[in-house]
């Protein structure tokens, strides 16, 4: 009678875990945590310096006491970055600040403001993280974001708010991911997905007029790549939990490792033009 027993949970055993065998596209989520910060107290903001170790740079530094994460940030492999200036005008067209606001739950809060007065070229200033060691990975990016409605809503206008380039890009033989807010001949904002090989040649864009566009108010903002030279790359952006646009294909070209990726940017033929960030993830993979 035992034997019996014995032998009847045996094949119950093997049939539960036959049928909790996975099948190939069942791939479960294991996603790490990389970095987390909402620039809370222990956060701070060096003045903007033409002479730090990158450059033109402003430098966010400190530990976040919530998150104990530290700036600057530091993942695959990279441990330098900061802001950006570019075609400043001597410090005076951009401005950052780590501000006391109302954030998107409505408590007071921290928050990265961004503001760029005017343009005299290229003017821009991008949170860079750079000298990316593994450009390759998988990685999963997302925040908080507000920005104005004055400069969003001028005809044919655009704004950058996220990019990564991969090495070779600026010689014509990488690529690079980067996020729009397009408006169109009626100031009506919309958002603009893109791949491409250099700014006047798109390899693939995806344009989305069905979301609209928050002005003056908080929204989530989502990225994640599959880094690949093949059909199973793939590009994904969200906001607030809707799709903008899923790319799947190449999201590289030659096999070019990622170079730096401009986690915030603040860009645009639109001025002036105002932002906040706040609570930012990035995460080593698309979490479930």
Excluded at 78 to 93: P, S
Excluded at 106 to 123: C, K
Excluded at 127 to 134: P, Q, R, S, V, W
Aim: net charge negative; aromatic share 14%; glycine share 8%.
């Amino acid at each position: 009678m035992k034997r019996t027993i014995v032998l009847v949970i045996s094949i119950l055993i093997i049939i539960n875990i036959s049928c909790k065998k996975e099948s190939p596209n069942d791939i479960p989520s294991q996603a790490t945590l990389l970095f987390k910060s909402g620039f809370e107290d222990g956060v701070f903001l060096d003045p903007p310096n033409e002479d730090t170790p990158i450059g033109n740079f402003q430098l966010i530094k400190g530990t976040d006491t919530e998150t104990g994460f530290s700036w600057p940030i530091n993942i695959l492999g990279a441990n330098t970055g900061g802001l950006h200036f570019i075609d400043d005008d001597n410090f005076q067209a951009l401005e950052n600040e780590i501000q006391s606001v109302i954030g998107h739950n409505g408590d007071t809060t921290n928050a990265l403001y961004n503001a760029e007065h005017y343009d005299i070229g290229i003017t821009q200033c991008p949170y860079e993280i750079l000298d990316i060691a593994d450009g390759t990975k998988d990685l999963y990016v997302k925040y908080w974001m507000k920005i104005d409605s004055a400069s969003s809503m001028q005809k044919d206008k655009w704004r950058a708010i996220f990019e990564y380039k991969t090495k070779s890009y600026a010689i014509g033989l990488g690529f690079r991911l980067i996020a729009f807010i397009y408006t169109d001949e009626d100031g009506i904002p919309y958002w603009h997905w893109q791949g491409d090989k250099n700014p006047t040649h798109a390899i693939w864009e995806i344009d989305n007029r069905n979301i609209p566009v928050p002005l003056n108010k908080w929204f989530l903002t989502e990225f994640y790549w599959h880094w690949s030279e093949g059909d199973d790359g793939r590009a994904l952006w969200k906001i607030n939990g809707q799709v903008v646009g899923d790319h799947y294909g190449p999201t590289t070209r030659h096999s070019k490792p990622i170079d730096f990726i401009m986690l915030t940017q603040i860009y645009g033929d639109a001025n002036p033009k105002y932002q906040w960030i706040d609570d930012i993830e990035i995460w080593d993979s698309l979490p479930e």
